[in-house]
């Protein structure tokens, strides 16, 4: 059974930065589309950043870019997610998101995606 676990959330002040990281387990597939969404209270949750494994295509939504990396260790099943020059708009609940089989190098919609962390939580202050 495929389990995505994060970690790595907590609170900064505006101008920090945060690592997130994904562990999978229980992965037996091969190419897969992982995405990182975030969720803002009374907000629908929103994609970040799309990373395909194991080639390391990725992409960001125009909120994060350049401020945001997403990358894979692929020996260690991982996937990080650096975050720098943090801001209270990024405040939300961070998850990681798995697409088995599908290719991407574009931002992919909530839909495609058929695991599902438990969410990680990013409280920026100013």
């Known amino acids: 059974q495929v389990q995505l676990v994060e970690s790595g959330g907590g609170s900064v002040q505006a101008g920090g930065s945060l690592r997130l990281s994904c562990v999978r387990s229980?992965?037996?597939?091969?190419?897969?589309?992982m995405g990182w969404f975030r969720q803002a209270p009374g907000k629908e949750r929103e994609a970040v950043a799309t990373i395909y494994t194991p080639g390391g295509d990725t992409d960001y939504a125009d909120s994060v870019k350049g401020r945001f990396t997403t990358s894979v260790d692929n020996a260690k099943n991982t996937i990080d997610l650096r975050m720098n020059s943090l801001t209270p708009e990024d405040t939300g609940v961070y998850y990681c998101?798995?697409?088995?089989?599908?290719?991407?190098?574009?931002?992919?919609?909530?839909?495609?995606?058929?695991?599902w962390g438990q969410g990680t939580q990013v409280t920026v202050s100013s």
């Open positions: 229980g992965w037996t597939y091969g190419g897969a589309c």
């Open positions: 998101a798995a697409a088995p089989g599908l290719y991407c190098r574009k931002i992919v919609p909530t839909t495609a995606f058929t695991y």
